[in-house]
């Protein structure tokens, strides 16, 4: 972990947490083997990335790490005042953290999982927050006694204060005072007096200034209050004291739940931490398997920052066993502590900067070898210190779940026996199945690799045209060294360069002129499959964007057409409505035609028969005795008017209520007569039944209608009918009852009676009538 910086990257997201809990559980974090917890750790990290890209981060402000005064309370210690006070801050950050997660469960499941872990002590915090103040002090509310106490010790001190005043204040005391005012020392309150006037003013010495001229004394005349001063003070603080010896024993009383409360806080600070760090690398979550095998896609070194080239990389299903090589500066030993420290950030649970659908494999064993061949000389301590690490490696490497990196391996001794021991080493760990990634500068090993099953040779890409790193990795090509084209571009003479050329058998010039043969046309298809790649990329964009486009229409066409029906079908349903409106109101106004039609033929019948009352009688005596023995309904014939009618009842012992036809009229017995048999039968054929149905109405029709409680279409209805009644029973007046309310049934009946041609006048009722309630009515 120290050769690949896993150190540094702790320190990253040390740096991330906002707590000293998370702080510590950065720390300590280490490389799980369990895939369980791996999968876990790395879904934590996505739902705490996904709070950061909400820009609804929750605050940690206020969590201290109070694992240590917990410890104390519980073995029954008094804790200090700023000590409660970092317990109280706690434990309300506490309580908000977790009701943040809590109430987004569904959102992050996982981090809610582990606030249900943290417990809330509301009556704990309501208490501490009743007995300390925002700076620790304890408040006089923290108990009567505290109160008690206080308020007499203010009251004392304001006393002692006056005393002094009235001394500093007295004639003649301005010259012997170095100043007018009051200090305390000791806990006392003096005043400071000159030296050479120490014994103007009676009292206790207390303190000197450090030039000695000025001398602070207690006069007698405050000594015995401020003794009682003291004393109050003492019981003051011992009070205090047994309240913080209160307060803490409820601490204690929870320190096991608190414990697991501050584990569990600590966990969401380090996940949030762990969130906050695969933002600011660009990082994603890899996928995990146990076989073995890891492909990073367009990985970063996360030290590297901006400067990092990604690079492709994989290794354990087509080869197991890599071997890089390339010029020095190009990149080896990057890609290799890049493939080290992505492996220990996943298995640690960090997303790691590589694109998604990168897979790391889980390892039980991580070892790897890295020396600084640019900067360390070699020699042969330096080749026996590598060779005892490497041998430590052999001896722990185990098979498919084992990663080994080693960075020159063979370098530091004779190039000959370095490269063999060098291929002896591969070969032993390529037959167990480890996982092995080796950079080289040793030409063997690239025919090695190339002749061998299961091993593969990659290089570090090398301009020839510039002579500099581009420091990407090119999977299946071994590399050039380029020494010589590097030496030339560093200032090396080309005479000595040509020199070491003619030095180098025609073998290995061929070689390397084949491998940069081979590298450029790599290179070359490398540059038309990424022309390919962004024209196939292109293509399936505009793809996209034409499906998208198509479906957008599509559901614009399906949304118009919706809408259209929608439309067409309200207008349908409007037009019937108003279709049906008309045919109502159609059929009311030939209901009232036929109405008024009736009642006009009715009037145009009184006002005949009034017409034949008002004519003299045709002949015959107008008077005679009069009648005896009437009964209601018999048939009289009336003397001064010509006309038969139907008795009602009588009235007093001379007169009778005769009706005819739609009127009543009271007469006396001696202008009636009987009518004959016949007369009485024609009488009740012929205007029997207008007369049976006025009586009917008049004595049935009331002379008021209420109205109270009705709708206006069911009021107007029964309003017409009743109008109908009064007419037939020859009533002139009526009141209508429709109450005041809103005034909306009242407004509607006046309208209605205004419309009315049977109405001679309309009127609401006077006070005694009923007010505004009531509507009085008089008909034609």
Not at 425 to 437: A, D, P, Q, S
Not at 487 to 508: N, T, V
Not at 700 to 720: F, N, Q, T, W, Y
Request: glycine share 10%; aromatic share 4%.
């Amino acid at each position: 972990m120290r050769l690949l910086e896993f150190d540094k990257i702790l320190a990253r997201l040390a740096h991330e947490t906002g707590s000293p809990l998370g702080r510590a559980e950065a720390e300590k974090l280490r490389p799980h083997t369990d895939r369980g917890w791996i999968a876990a750790a790395l879904r934590l990290t996505t739902e705490a990335r996904r709070i950061w890209e909400e820009a609804d981060p929750p605050s940690l402000a206020g969590l201290h790490d109070i694992s240590g005064e917990v410890a104390r309370a519980g073995r029954g210690a008094t804790l200090g005042p700023e000590e409660l006070l970092r317990v109280a801050s706690t434990l309300g950050a506490g309580r908000r953290l977790r009701g943040f997660f809590l109430a987004r469960r569904e959102r992050y499941p996982g981090l809610a999982a582990i606030a249900e872990r943290c417990a809330v002590f509301p009556a704990l915090e309501a208490e501490l927050a009743r007995c300390l103040g925002p700076e620790g002090e304890v408040r006089d509310e923290a108990s009567p006694e505290l109160r008690r106490l206080r308020s007499l010790k203010r009251t004392l001190q304001n006393r002692v204060q006056e005393r002094l005043e009235a001394i500093l204040h007295a004639g003649g005391s301005q010259r012997y005072l170095q100043e007018a005012l009051v200090t305390i020392r000791n806990g006392r309150y003096v005043i400071p007096v000159k030296q050479e006037f120490q014994s103007m003013v009676p009292g206790l010495v207390h303190d000197r200034s450090s030039s000695g001229a000025t001398v602070f004394i207690e006069p007698m005349a405050v000594v015995e209050l401020n003794n009682e001063l003291r004393a109050l003070s003492a019981a003051e603080e011992e009070e205090i004291r047994r309240i913080l010896a209160a307060l803490s024993g409820m601490v204690g009383e929870v320190a096991s739940e608190m414990a697991t409360t501050l584990a569990a806080l600590g966990e969401l600070d380090l996940a949030l931490a762990k969130g906050r760090l695969s933002r600011r690398l660009d990082a994603t979550e890899p996928e995990l398997n146990e076989e073995g095998w890891l492909e990073f896609r367009r990985a970063r070194h996360p030290l590297l920052g901006q400067t990092a080239v990604p690079i492709d990389v994989r290794l354990g299903r087509d080869f197991h066993t890599l071997v890089i090589t390339g010029p020095n500066t190009g990149g080896k030993t990057v890609a290799l502590k890049t493939i080290g420290l992505l492996t220990l950030m996943a298995q640690a649970g960090l997303h790691i900067p590589a694109a998604a659908g990168s897979t790391v494999g889980i390892f039980t064993e991580v070892a790897c070898d890295i020396g600084d061949e640019q900067s360390i000389e070699q020699n042969l301590s330096t080749f026996s210190s590598h060779l005892t690490r490497i041998v430590g490696i052999l001896e722990r490497a185990s098979g498919p779940r084992s990663l080994v990196l080693l960075d020159e391996l063979g370098a530091g001794t004779d190039p000959g026996e370095g490269a063999a021991l060098a291929m002896a080493i591969l070969e032993y760990l390529h037959g167990l199945g480890v996982r092995t990634v080796a950079p080289t500068h040793y030409g063997d090993l690239k025919l090695f690799a190339y002749r061998t099953p299961g091993m593969s040779n990659a290089a570090v890409e090398f301009d020839a045209l510039s002579l500099r790193p581009t420091y990407r990795l090119l999977l299946g090509l071994p590399g050039q060294s380029n020494a010589l084209a590097i030496a030339g571009r560093l200032g090396l003479s080309p005479e000595i360069i040509a020199r070491a050329e003619g030095f180098l058998h025609r073998g290995q010039k061929d070689f390397e002129s084949l491998l940069g043969s081979i590298a450029e046309d790599a290179r070359a298809a490398r540059e038309a499959r990424r022309a390919a790649e962004e024209a196939h990329a292109a293509w399936e964009r505009a793809r996209r964007e034409y499906e998208a486009e198509l479906t957008r229409l599509k559901e614009e066409r399906a949304s118009i057409l919706r809408n259209a029906r929608e439309e067409a079908r309200e207008i349908l349903r409007r037009t019937r409505r108003e279709a049906e409106e008309l045919f109502r109101q159609l059929e009311e106004a030939e209901e009232e035609k036929r109405r008024r039609m009736a009642l006009e033929a009715l009037r145009e019948e009184t006002r005949a028969q009034l017409l034949a009352l008002s004519e003299p009688p045709p002949s015959g005596e107008t008077t005679g005795p009069p009648l005896r023995d009437l009964k209601s309904g018999e048939t009289v014939f009336v003397r001064s008017l010509g006309r038969h009618g139907l008795v009602v009842g009588q009235v007093g012992p001379d007169q009778a209520l005769v009706q005819l036809g739609v009127m009543k009229i009271t007469l006396p017995l001696t202008d009636l007569a009987r009518a004959a048999a016949k007369e009485e039968k024609e009488e009740k054929s012929s205007g029997g039944n207008s007369g049976e149905l006025g009586r009917t109405k008049a004595t049935v029709v009331s002379p008021e209608l209420d109205l109270r409680g009705m709708k206006v279409e069911e009021a107007l209805l029964a309003l017409d009918k009743y109008l109908d009644d009064l007419c037939l029973a020859g009533l002139g007046r009526a009141r209508l009852i429709h109450g005041k309310g809103t005034g909306a049934l009242r407004t509607a009946i006046g309208e209605y009676l205004r419309r009315d041609r049977r109405i001679k006048s309309a009127r609401l009722g006077e006070p005694g009538e009923g007010g505004a309630g009531v509507t009085v009515v008089e008909l034609v």
